[in-house]
């Protein structure tokens, strides 16, 4: 059978790591006939072996030990080192590579493995960014690139596996313990990302005093020590010292695990332990700041529960400088409080949330997660609040992905929205005319293109003239791009196809432009047909219509 | 470590001087320094 051996490329941190490996276990149910093997870094790798040797036959490690004292080897010791694991990797004889990393680094990897079918970023010498499939063409265009990224990375990496069945949910089984631990992870990879140590504080001297039956544990690495010593020695936790365990740097994650397997609750950042939790079916109440994207890396379970700010610059990105941090100040903590103390005493998953204080929960969107008719992760409000604008378009913009990524349609009630929002969305639905118009252009053009090369004798003035126009339209895309932001994640997917067109000879080259062009015009309509069924209630569509058509030739 | 970083740039940066797109080894090099810089910005 075909693809039968496949290496995962996997080279990001523990968090992909454990994400890659759900992916990859589903990839086994389907075909259980399937080899994996991951090539990853032991630095990542090694406090998670205990799950990743239940998922893969085998793990190579592309650095190691070795590489931590990297300075006392010579060049032509490490390139001989390089060597040797590149042989063992092709030694192996796989059916299939796929990288899931989405790094430089990672796509040179999977260039030095010989195969002929690859999966995701491959490092080409003509073309630095060489993508062949269309899932994985997604990730590059709007994971990486926008901040509109519709789907769960775990989403992304089934169906760049290849994934055919749906998600599993494994609901959990009921903890026999009266005692009711929570565990506390308030570190991440980043400060943007995680609340000052005095929130937490606050949040743990709450649990415990409103529960007595409470056992806070905090964890972490050992970078982390200085952190929890402040929460743990603060001295409004004294009274409830006693109820709350230490941790940091002292458990390994396996320890780690097999505490929060039987856990009440997990309580933290986007973070490794958040995806761990997720692996042990353990209820999960994650707070998403800073860069963080919930939709993408919240924890992959049917029982997480998410609070993020509705800051206007969350989510930011990782570059963009911030001191203050005003997305930390939009979550309270009492709202955390509130919610865990809601979860823990609820006997049903909570389909609906309100905080008996409605001031502390209106800075923020409150989500629990779900899996929809057609097996993907989605987040559901749990408040009563109208989505905002950027969930508005992630929606519609998820809708149009699946149809045209994987040609399925996902069951959701049409969000309503104000009647301000219904005017924020004309200026998108000129965007998006554009786009399409562009697109209809770029069709024609790559069409005469491949016409003229079909006569007898090309003019070759004339291939000159149309190709002139394709890269006009470029031009135009690129100018779209800044001016209208909302649409970036088509613009962006149209870079990237266009920067990965197929074919040996300029008549296939070009039918694949057509093609690229096909894709984002079949985009521009169906997002444009769902923004208008979205603000339907309040206009006549039919009027609207001829309004942006109007405006679009203004432009 | 910033040595080995230069030898490999400076490998490279050679052969790109002669125009030469990346062979094996080369692209051994580029790994080795990404490999090298990922685990720095870690």
Request: one cysteine or more.
């Amino acid at each position: 059978m075909k693809n039968n051996k496949i290496l995962v490329v996997q080279l990001t941190r523990i968090g992909d790591l454990l994400q890659t490996a759900v992916a990859c276990d589903q990839l086994k149910k389907d075909n259980q006939t399937v080899e994996l093997h991951l090539v990853c870094r032991k630095t990542f790798a090694a406090g998670i072996l205990f799950i990743l040797k239940s998922t893969f036959t085998k793990i190579h490690f592309i650095s190691d030990e070795k590489h931590q004292s990297i300075s006392y080897l010579g060049l032509t010791d490490l390139v001989k080192d390089i060597s040797q694991r590149i042989d063992t990797l092709n030694n192996e004889k796989f059916d299939q590579v796929v990288n899931l990393s989405f790094c430089k680094t990672s796509s040179i990897l999977s260039s030095l493995v010989t195969c002929e079918n690859k999966k995701g970023l491959i490092f080409n010498i003509n073309n630095p960014i060489t993508i062949n499939d269309p899932w994985s063409k997604y990730v590059y265009s709007n994971v990486l690139g926008s901040e509109l990224s519709s789907f769960h990375l775990i989403d992304l990496y089934r169906n760049i596996l290849g994934c055919i069945s749906e998600a599993p949910t494994a609901q959990r089984q009921t903890i026999s313990s009266n005692e009711k631990i929570i565990i506390v992870h308030p570190f991440t990879s980043s400060t943007r990302k995680q609340w000052k140590h005095s929130k937490w504080v606050e949040v743990i001297y709450r649990l415990l005093k409103n529960d007595s039956a409470a056992t806070v544990k905090i964890v972490g690495s050992k970078q982390d020590l200085k952190n929890a010593e402040l929460i743990f020695n603060s001295p409004i936790l004294n009274d409830s010292r006693s109820r709350i365990i230490n941790l940091v740097g002292q458990a390994s994650l396996e320890e780690v695990f097999r505490n929060l397997e039987n856990a009440a609750l997990f309580m933290g950042h986007d973070s490794s332990i958040g995806h761990l939790a997720a692996y042990a079916n353990t209820p999960t109440l994650t707070i998403s700041l800073g860069s963080v994207r919930p939709i993408e890396t919240s924890p992959y379970s049917a029982q997480a529960y998410i609070v993020a700010p509705k800051t206007d610059c969350f989510p930011c990105h990782a570059s963009t400088a911030c001191d203050f941090f005003r997305c930390h100040n939009d979550v309270p903590f009492q709202l955390i409080t509130s919610l865990a103390e809601k979860i823990m005493t609820s006997t049903q998953e909570l389909d609906h949330f309100k905080a008996d204080n409605p001031f502390i929960s209106s800075s923020c969107f409150i989500y629990k997660s779900t899996f929809t008719n057609i097996g993907f992760y989605d987040l559901k409000s749990l408040s009563e609040q109208a989505p905002d604008r950027k969930n508005i378009l992630r929606t519609i913009f998820r809708i149009a992905w699946l149809y045209m990524l994987a040609e399925k349609e996902e069951i959701k009630p049409t969000p309503k929205i104000s009647q301000n929002l219904e005017s924020a969305f004309v200026n998108t639905r000129k965007g998006i005319a554009f786009c399409y118009e562009l697109a209809q252009h770029g069709k024609d053009y790559s069409r005469y293109i491949i016409e003229e090369l079909g006569t007898n004798n090309p003019r070759i003035e004339e291939l000159k003239v149309y190709s002139k126009k394709l890269d006009e339209i470029d031009d135009l895309f690129n100018t779209l791009n800044a001016t209208y932001p909302e649409i970036k994640p088509i613009i962006n997917f149209y870079l990237v196809l266009k920067g990965n067109l197929q074919g040996e000879n300029i008549v296939k080259i070009s039918e694949s432009a057509f093609y690229a062009y096909q894709d984002i015009g079949l985009l521009c309509s169906i997002s444009d047909e769902l923004i208008l069924k979205i603000c339907d209630g309040i206009k006549q569509s039919g009027n609207r219509k001829a309004q942006i058509i109007i405006d679009s030739n203004q432009g | 470590l910033e040595h080995i970083k230069e030898e490999i740039l400076e490998l490279i940066k050679l052969k790109n001087k002669k125009g030469e797109p990346h062979n094996e080894e080369t692209l051994k090099l580029l790994l080795i320094l990404g490999l090298i810089e990922e685990q720095n910005e870690k």
